[in-house]
């Protein structure tokens, strides 16, 4: 027996691996309160002016919609968690890996975040695709933020690379996966152009929403991992790119944000100036218009977060209501 499941060949793995397809993680509880959005609002950036996120007596203040990201990290706790726990489980039948690196992000926005959750909150993942290629595996999954009447919420996809994953049989299974964006047009400027600045301290702050992964904190764990250092959560860029969006096309209303999408290019380090350019590529659904984005490293113009699709409520006079 030890033998046989020592040698699976490579037909088995891969039909090991078509079972990844539909798997489930066990539902998890989630919560969140106005604090816990004051938080990850500084985590992401959020400056002295950005009363509607980081002023809970403000008129217009509201949840950044990209806050759900973080719940799967924090769950229904406010206490500090051990990262290795909250990482959900490799789905069985997914190959050993090196290492695994988030890819890409998306997430639309179904209803209006409360700001404060109260109980009964879940958070579902289900894995909707398994591409392999030379290099490793890319599972995608979806998840669901839901009411205690398991109304959605939210739908996230996200993907991770598992470098160094294979069957050798170049398996390729997607049953779903997030919007694609549009390539960025060649032909003129970004319509938007925000220039931002994350400060050496901001992984201290991001990871109090709940990923206390040590790469973003232990010089020597980022050394380690061949970063030269600590590098900003991936997470945190995505909110430096969204705020960004809601600032130069939605006219700062967070609301106006349904749907932001990227890949994971290159990491950022606390400190990094970022440049996020967009375009208006069409009419989004709903009244929104599309968006290609891209966010960089605004001095090495290296991309941090490419191949940018967002939806948004565009604020003006050109707004469809
Ligand atoms: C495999 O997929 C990953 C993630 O999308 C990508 O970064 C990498 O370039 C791909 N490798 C090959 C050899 O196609
Ligand atoms: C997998 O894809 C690579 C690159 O396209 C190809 O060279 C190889 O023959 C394929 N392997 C199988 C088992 O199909
Ligand atoms: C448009 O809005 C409706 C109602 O809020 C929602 O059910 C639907 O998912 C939205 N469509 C998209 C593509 O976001
Ligand atoms: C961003 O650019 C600056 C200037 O070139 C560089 O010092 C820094 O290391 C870059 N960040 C990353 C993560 O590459």
Same mark, same amino acid.
């Given at each position: 027996m030890r033998y046989l499941s020592l040698s699976l060949s490579s037909t088995t793995m891969a039909a090991a691996l078509s079972q990844v397809v539909g798997y489930e993680q066990p539902t998890q509880p989630v919560s969140w309160n106005?604090?816990?959005l004051l938080l990850y609002a500084a985590g992401i950036g959020a400056k002295a002016d950005d009363l509607s996120l980081v002023y809970e007596?403000?008129?217009?203040?509201?949840?950044?919609?990209?806050?759900?990201?973080?719940?799967?990290?924090?769950?229904?706790?406010?206490?500090?968690?051990?990262?290795?726990?909250?990482?959900?489980?490799?789905?069985?039948?997914?190959?050993?890996?090196?290492?695994?690196?988030h890819g890409s992000q998306s997430i639309e926005?179904?209803?209006? !975040?409360?700001? *404060?959750? @109260?109980? #009964?909150?879940?958070?579902?993942?289900?894995?909707?695709?398994?591409v392999e290629n030379k290099t490793g595996i890319i599972l995608t999954s979806e998840s669901l933020l839901l009411d205690p009447k398991k109304v959605p919420y939210a739908?996230?996809?996200?993907?991770?690379?598992?470098?160094?994953?294979?069957?050798?049989?170049?398996?390729?299974?997607?049953?779903?996966?997030?919007?694609?964006?549009?390539?960025?047009?060649?032909?003129?400027?970004?319509?938007?152009?925000?220039?931002?600045?994350?400060?050496?301290e901001q992984a201290l702050i991001f990871r109090l929403s709940g990923d206390y992964n040590p790469l973003h904190i232990d010089p020597e764990v980022g050394q380690k991992g061949g970063f030269g250092g600590v590098i900003?959560?991936?997470?945190?860029?995505?909110?430096?790119?969204?705020?960004? !969006?809601?600032? *130069?096309? @939605?006219? #700062?209303?967070?609301r106006s944000l349904r749907l932001f999408g990227v890949r994971f290019t290159a990491p950022v380090k606390p400190?990094?100036?970022?440049e996020t350019e967009a375009w208006e590529v069409g009419p989004g659904p709903n009244g929104t218009v599309e968006i290609a984005f891209v966010t960089k490293n605004l001095t090495s113009g290296k991309v941090a977060l490419g191949g940018g699709i967002a939806y948004v409520k565009k604020a003006g006079p050109q707004a469809k209501l």
């Open positions: 106005k604090r816990d007596l403000d008129k217009s203040f509201a949840a950044m919609p990209t806050y759900p990201v973080v719940l799967p990290f924090k769950g229904d706790s406010q206490e500090l968690n051990l990262f290795s726990t909250r990482m959900g489980k490799t789905p069985p039948g997914v190959p050993k890996a090196k290492v695994g690196v926005i179904l209803k209006d !975040l409360p700001l *404060a959750s @109260g109980d #009964g909150w879940t958070w579902t993942t289900k894995y909707t695709g398994v739908k996230l996809y996200s993907s991770s690379f598992l470098i160094g994953a294979k069957t050798g049989e170049n398996f390729s299974k997607v049953v779903a996966g997030p919007p694609q964006g549009k390539p960025i047009p060649k032909d003129r400027k970004a319509d938007w152009t925000v220039q931002d600045k994350t400060t050496l900003l959560h991936g997470l945190s860029t995505f909110g430096f790119g969204a705020r960004a !969006l809601i600032k *130069a096309v @939605g006219g #700062g209303d967070p400190g990094d100036a970022l």
